[in-house]
């Protein structure tokens, strides 16, 4: 017996793999945003516009 015969779905095989392949494109999708993200961030952590960031704690003024 199929897995679709079994679980009682009504829709068809194809159209249960092409919902898998869209779910597969989707998680890609969304894996690459995280990953360009990530490189973004890291980018800009080291360096702003080619010189090279201050630390946060440097550019404030000490309270007395």
């Known amino acids: 017996m199929s897995l679709v015969a079994v679980a009682?779905?009504?829709e068809s095989l194809p159209h249960l793999m092409r919902r898998r392949v869209f779910r597969l494109?989707?998680?890609l999708r969304e894996l690459w945003h995280a990953?360009?993200?990530l490189l973004a961030?890291?980018?800009r952590s080291v360096t702003c516009f080619g010189?090279?960031?201050r630390a946060?704690?440097?550019t404030?003024?000490?309270v007395v």
């Open 56 to 58: 946060f704690w440097r």
């Open 8 to 10: 009682g779905y009504r």
């Open 51 to 53: 010189k090279v960031r």
């Open 41 to 43: 961030n890291l980018a």
């Open 60 to 62: 404030q003024k000490k």
């Open 25 to 27: 494109a989707r998680n």
């Open 35 to 37: 990953v360009s993200f």
